[in-house]
Structure formats: structure tokens, C-alpha cells
């Protein structure tokens, strides 16, 4: 079964400073991977996607992420924070269920910028 | 982007009553839509998903006599937590998709429950 792994449950960083969100993935199939962003009181908004294309991936934001198939590594970067990226940040993998298109999150990353 | 509204965002109940939270996709018709649960530090996971006029498909361990899934129209979806109890309190997500690409996947803003 496919499967992400978040590492770290809270990154905090100086505004200004680079951002490394790390996930990496569990699969037996070239996988599809994504970033979510979630802010307070919102709903899950779709930051980047990963389909088998170019391993380097921008968003919105300024973020991006690399596919490392040899690390099974997506990890989400921004060179330089801002104090509006503070947030919630899942990654997950879309998966195949009974013919069916699912998604499978990973446990999120709090990010947290100070000033 | 489209608009999936999630209602209410918080409840309180007492144990032994019923809740139902709603999704409503605002601006397109979502012909699926999903239901997650998310505990405290960990990460949502898939209840079940929910297509127009057909019954919900519950992933494993989730109890379908529990958490009752309606979906009447191409715009609302319902889950109602029939006899809730302590164990029961979560935050619940939904969502709606626009087609087959998770890119066109959107996300409401979530329900608190707390049962009493």
C-alpha cells in the first residue's frame, strides 16, 4: 500500500529563511504526490503536484518540491518565508482503491515563521 | 478556485444525540465527494467516498450504521454521527472532486466535533 511519511510535526523558521518541509513516500508503483497547504479555519488548497513529469515542481507561492526517486523523497521548499506561510502542510500520495482515485495523507507539518 | 462549504465548523453535542454536517460544493458539481477524519496530530484519514445517488463506500473500520453518508445532489453531501460518544470527537473533513485528477479535488474548511 502507498504511503507518506511526514518528518516533523513542527518546523520553525526565521522570516526570510528557507523552508524544508520533508516527506518521503512509500510505493510500489511511480507514484503521484502532492502538497497541501492548510490555513486556520480553511480547507486543504492544493500547492504543487508531482505526475511523472519534471522532478522539480513549483506552486504557488514560491514553493517547490523535488522528486528523488533513489531518497523516495518529495521534500517542499521556499528559499525565503514569509510571515503568510505560516500554516498546516500535508503531503500525500494518490493511491487506487477498488478503481477508485483516493488520497492518502500524510500526519502535516506546522510551520511556523517567526519575525 | 471552486468553493466547498463545510457546515457547521463547530459543534458541541451531548452523547447519545445525533449530528449532521453538511458539504455543499458552491460553484460546480462534484459527482464524488469524500468524507476524512482527523485526530489531534495525525493525518486525515479517508472515511469513506460518496458518489450522487448511490451508496457510500466505507473504507475498512469505518462503521456505516454509525456515520450515516447522504448524497442527494451533485452539490450536497451529508455525514451524520448517529449516537455519538466521546470517542467520536474529531475534526471532520470533506471534499468534492471534479473529476477523475486530484488536482481538481477541493476541500472544505472542516467541523469540530466535540460530544460531551
Known sequence: AQSVTQLGSHVSVSEGALVLLRCNYSSSVPPYLFWYVQYPNQGLQLLLKYTSAATLVKGINGFEAEFKKSETSFHLTKPSAHMSDAAEYFCAVSTIIQGAQKLVFGQGTRLTINP | ?116
Open chain 2, 1 to 116: 478556485g471552486a468553493v466547498v462549504s463545510q457546515h457547521p465548523s463547530r459543534v458541541i453535542c451531548k452523547s447519545g444525540t445525533s449530528v449532521k454536517i453538511e458539504c455543499r460544493s458552491l460553484d460546480f458539481q462534484a459527482t464524488t465527494m469524500f468524507w476524512y477524519r482527523q485526530f489531534p496530530k495525525q493525518s486525515l484519514m479517508l472515511m469513506a467516498t460518496s458518489n450522487e445517488g448511490s451508496k457510500a463506500t466505507y473504507e475498512q473500520g469505518v462503521e456505516k450504521d454509525k456515520f450515516l453518508i447522504n448524497h442527494a445532489s451533485l452539490t450536497l453531501s451529508t455525514l451524520t454521527v448517529t449516537s455519538a460518544h466521546p470517542e467520536d470527537s474529531s475534526f471532520y473533513i470533506c471534499s468534492a472532486s471534479l473529476g477523475w485528477d486530484n488536482e481538481k479535488l477541493f476541500f472544505g474548511s472542516g467541523t469540530q466535533l466535540s460530544v460531551l
